[in-house]
């Protein structure tokens, strides 16, 4: 009867261990969370010039809130493999907390925010849906186009969906001027008039009156030639809905 308890004994040893085994290797192997250190260096690489003010982790995401000149934004970043979740305007930096009352107005606000997260923005436009102003924009994010809606009042992001790209039966090669065309007739936020003033403040002399659209790196920008007053050859670039300009000169 001992010998027989003793073996009783001993098998319900070996199943708890067993239990034991299982239970913390599913521990062991189940997804890891980021750091929060890795999750700020994310929103540094990803937001330049932010300043991060808080962050928490909950629910498998970091809750993460940043300052940059364009207003307070709150981030929230998957913990598990840092995709960004969504990215909401809280308000303005004078106002320091929520601006909730006041209607943004004015496009290119709403164009600094889809930059933050976009590559390029192909098109955007006011609408009205349930009772809300919304912009409704097409981006271009890692060569992939979007079709992305914002909150007209408080700059927050309702939707972004994955643009359905036009079936084509008999598709045929592109003419290349027909290419060009195309590119030129993108809508932009600065005409050709302000490009060249934009230009002339960084590079004194007479302008070329070829001005051209193109597209470099899936930006596009205007060309803009200047011959020097020493005689020199400059090319400036000037991005069609920043502004931003950049200045090559002719060896």
Same mark, same amino acid.
């Given at each position: ?54 962050? @928490?982790? #909950?629910?498998?995401? !970091?809750?993460? *809130? ?6 307070? $934004?709150? =981030?929230?970043?998957? %913990? ?48 009205? @849906?349930? #009772?809300?102003?919304? !912009?409704?924009? *097409? ?6 186009? $979007?079709? =992305?809606?914002?909150? %007209? ?99």
């Amino acid at each position: 009867m001992r010998r027989k308890g003793l073996w009783i004994t001993l098998g319900l040893v070996v199943i708890a261990t067993f239990i034991i085994i299982v239970t913390w290797q599913g521990v062991t192997t189940s997804a890891k969370t980021i750091t929060k250190d890795d999750a700020l260096s994310l929103i540094e690489e990803r937001y330049k010039g932010s300043k991060v003010t808080n962050i @928490e982790l #909950q629910q498998s995401a !970091y809750h993460i *809130k940043m300052t940059r000149e364009s207003g307070i $934004y709150e =981030v929230s970043l998957n %913990a598990e493999n840092g995709d960004i979740i969504s990215l909401k305007k809280l308000g303005d930096n004078s106002s320091g907390g929520d601006d909730r009352n006041k209607t943004i107005k004015n496009e290119k606000e709403i164009e600094s925010i889809l930059l933050l997260s976009s590559d390029d923005i192909l098109s955007i436009s006011k609408k009205t @849906e349930n #009772q809300k102003d919304v !912009y409704v924009a *097409k981006v271009l994010e890692n060569k992939e186009e $979007y079709i =992305v809606k914002v909150d %007209a009042v408080t700059g927050s992001i309702v939707s972004k969906d994955k643009a359905e790209k036009p079936k084509e039966e008999n598709p045929k090669e592109e003419n290349p001027e027909e290419g060009k065309q195309k590119e030129e007739d993108r809508p932009v936020a600065i005409s050709k008039d302000e490009a060249i003033k934009i230009a002339l403040e960084h590079v004194k002399g007479a302008v070329d009156d070829d001005i051209e659209i193109e597209n470099i790196g899936g930006q596009t920008y205007y060309l803009i030639e200047i011959e020097t007053d020493d005689d020199n050859e400059a090319t400036v670039q000037v991005h069609t809905l920043t502004g931003k300009a950049t200045i090559s000169f002719d060896d």
